[in-house]
């Protein structure tokens, strides 16, 4: 751990544990998020463009805290969510898709938080070491910035149809007030909304009855990169690069 990490840590403990125990505040997911992130800045490896960051992590929590947490499958989603976004937006290259997996230890007191990090295994085809040159055959999770990115939706029975996005929110659902107006009756009349936030593109679950995947994964709001597959209703949509400007334009 680095040692602007180490007094980070210190205060941390020093201000917030004592709090916890005094006025019995409830640890939150976003408190939580940041010490997931803060793992993420201290054990990165390389420098600049070449940075690694780890996409692994072990939450432990007191048990108090992670029953008011929520379901912890739906808290651990959306701290992986959380996290893929903090690369992107601070250039991490990350092996996979980052994962979080949250335990209870009742050794913990009331709001501390312990995170452990680590990285992927290399795959068959990265570099036999570590080192951050070897990038090419590390996956770059993409950053987006502004519009730069177009939706391509495929709705039951009806051919492909590609939507530049705009730097306005995007509602999608089967509503003609819609932004994305879907022909698929599996879709909420407000299903979800599209917004970029901070340069990257945020999609939100707007309390649709069957709910969003994003790569097969339930989702309420996460972040999205070129590449990633939205499931609504019967609908698919999948975020793609827009396309280039004709000759001349």
Known sequence: MRPMARVERFFERLV????????????????????????????????????????????????????GLGSPDAVAEQLASGALAFARAHGLMLRSRPSVSLEADPALARGDVEVTARFSPPTAGDAADDRPDAGTRVFEAPVIHGPAAALEVLEPGRAARRIT?????????????????????????????????????????????????????????VVLGVGDRIELGQSVLRVVAPEPPAAGA
Not at 20 to 42: C, D, H, K, N, W
């Open 165 to 221: 996005l705009g730097s306005r929110p995007t509602t999608i659902g089967r509503g003609t007030d819609c932004d994305v107006v879907l022909a698929d009756a599996h879709a909420s009349r407000r299903h979800a909304r599209l917004e970029v936030r901070g340069g990257v593109i945020v999609l939100t679950d707007l309390g649709s009855t069957n709910g969003l995947r994003v790569n097969g994964h339930r989702v309420r709001e």
């Open 16 to 67: 917030e544990r004592p709090t916890a125990r005094v006025f019995g505040t409830q640890l939150q997911p976003i408190q939580v998020l940041r010490r997931i992130e803060r793992e993420m800045e201290s054990g990165r490896r390389g420098r600049g463009v070449h940075s690694i960051g780890p996409d692994r992590f072990v939450v432990r929590v007191p048990t108090h805290d992670l029953i």
